[in-house]
T-cell receptor, first 112, second 118 residues
Framework: DAKTTQPPSMDCAEGRAANLPCNHS???????VYWYRQIHSQGPQYIIH???NNETNEMASLIITEDRKSSTLILPHATLRDTAVYYC?????????????FGQGTILTVHP | GAVVSQHPSRVICKSGTSVKIECRSL??????MFWYRQFPKQSLMLMAT?????????EQGVEKDKFLINHASLTLSTLTVTSAHPEDSSFYIC??????????????FGPGTRLTVL
């Protein structure tokens, strides 16, 4: 399985941008980079995904390096409700039944 | 957006009994459903992949006779924990996806079921 590494925890002040890094050095050409988050005692929530280009949606922005070996999730204006565990990694798309596996994730704590 | 529900949200049972957990896709048809287990302060661990109308594919180390999965329709998958023991106490989460198809196949997660075995 592809190895994904994330920092175990990060802090961010409310209203500031939160930048969460992810290393996925063994990602293969047909795999997307995905980000989900899990708020305590709830099911994971999809945030964003990308293949090669940077992506932005109403929740976050995703910056993928040119070699695709790492990415950064940006929450532009973090709120207290963004406190959660954030998971990233490669995921096969297309016609694959590719499994979504979760690493240890990053615990993001947004404080007032 | 797509909604996945789970029932029950919380269950307490006695050791040795069986517990059934339902996972439903409410507004879409899910070709594939996944079952995860999560222990306190740990990440989600994939247990099995379930495709409608076929047998589930279990991950290594997951006992298929203990965790029975049935995916009888495109909107319902069930996980039955047979002869539950205290070590089976965990947070069970299902997810569902449409596909496969071209592009990214997003998974939609249920809210989870907290199982406590006494």
């Amino acid at each position: 399985d592809a190895k994904t590494t994330q920092p175990p925890s990060m802090d961010c002040a409310e209203g500031r941008a939160a930048n969460l890094p992810c290393n996925h050095s063994t990602i293969s050409g047909n795999e997307y980079v995905y980000w989900y988050r899990q708020i305590h005692s709830q099911g994971p929530q999809y945030i964003i995904h990308g293949l090669k280009n940077n992506e932005t949606n109403e929740m976050a922005s995703l910056i993928i390096t040119e070699d695709r070996k790492s990415s950064t999730l940006i929450l532009p204006h973090a709120t207290l409700r963004d406190t959660a565990v954030y998971y990233c990694g490669p995921h096969a798309g297309g016609t694959s039944y590719g499994k979504l596996t979760f690493g240890q994730g990053t615990i993001l704590t947004v404080h007032p | 957006g797509a909604v996945v529900s789970q029932h029950p949200s919380r269950v307490i049972c006695k050791s040795g009994t069986s517990v059934k957990i339902e996972c439903r896709s409410l507004d879409f048809q899910a070709t594939t459903m996944f079952w995860y287990r999560q222990f306190p302060k740990q990440s989600l661990m994939l247990m099995a992949t379930s495709n409608e109308g076929s047998k589930a594919t279990y991950e290594q180390g997951v006992e298929k006779d203990k965790f029975l999965i049935n995916h009888a329709s495109l909107t319902l998958s069930t996980l039955t924990v047979t002869s539950a023991h205290p070590e089976d106490s965990s947070f069970y989460i299902c997810s569902a996806r449409v596909g496969p198809s071209g592009g990214y196949n997003e998974q939609f997660f249920g809210p989870g079921t907290r199982l406590t075995v006494l």
